[in-house]
C-alpha cells in the first residue's frame, strides 16, 4: 500500500502562486509516475502535470503549460506542484496520484493510489 497527502493549498489572489506537496509513505519503491489532477465543482477529475520516477520526463496539460512546475524529491518521497500565475479558474480540489507503471498517463482510471486533496482557491 502506498498512503498519499496533499498540503499547501490554500486561499491566493489572481496573479498569485501556491507550491503544493505531496508526501508518499509505504510501499514507494513500487511506485513510479505520480501526477497531479484537480476536480472543480460539478466537472470531472481533470489531469494537470504528470512526473515520470526519476523526474526527467514530465508532462503537463494545456491549462498549465507555462505556469505550474512539477517536481520530485525521490530522498524525501515527496512530489511538488508549484503554481505560479494563478487564474480564478484554476480553483479546484488538488489531488496527488501514484501509479505503478512508468508512463506518464493523463486518465484517473490508470493511478492506483490517490491522496485526499487539496483545496485551491483563487479570488478575483
Known amino acids: 500500500q502506498v498512503q498519499l497527502v496533499e498540503s499547501g493549498g490554500g486561499l491566493v489572489q489572481v496573479g498569485g502562486?501556491?507550491?503544493?506537496?505531496c508526501a508518499a509513505s509505504?510501499?514507494?519503491d513500487s511506485v513510479f509516475a505520480m501526477?497531479?489532477?484537480?476536480?472543480?465543482p460539478g466537472k470531472e477529475r481533470e489531469?494537470?502535470?504528470?512526473?515520470?520516477?526519476?523526474?526527467?520526463?514530465t508532462s503537463y496539460a494545456t491549462s498549465a503549460k507555462g505556469r505550474f512546475t512539477i517536481?520530485?524529491?525521490n530522498a524525501k518521497n515527496t512530489m511538488y506542484l508549484q503554481m505560479n500565475s494563478l487564474k480564478p479558474e484554476d480553483t479546484a480540489v488538488y489531488y496527488c496520484a501514484a501509479r505503478f507503471g512508468q508512463g506518464i498517463?493523463?486518465?484517473?482510471?490508470?493511478?492506483?493510489?490517490?491522496g485526499q486533496g487539496t483545496?485551491?482557491?483563487v479570488s478575483s
Not at 17 to 21: D, E, I, N, V
Not at 47 to 57: D, E, L, N, P, W
Not at 105 to 114: L, V
Open 119 to 121: 483545496q485551491v482557491t
Open 105 to 114: 498517463i493523463p486518465f484517473t482510471t490508470r493511478y492506483d493510489y490517490w
Open 47 to 57: 489531469f494537470v502535470a504528470g512526473i515520470t520516477r526519476s523526474g526527467g520526463t
Open 17 to 21: 502562486s501556491l507550491r503544493l506537496s
Open 26 to 28: 509505504g510501499r514507494t
Open 35 to 40: 501526477g497531479w489532477f484537480r476536480q472543480a
Open 71 to 73: 517536481s520530485r524529491d
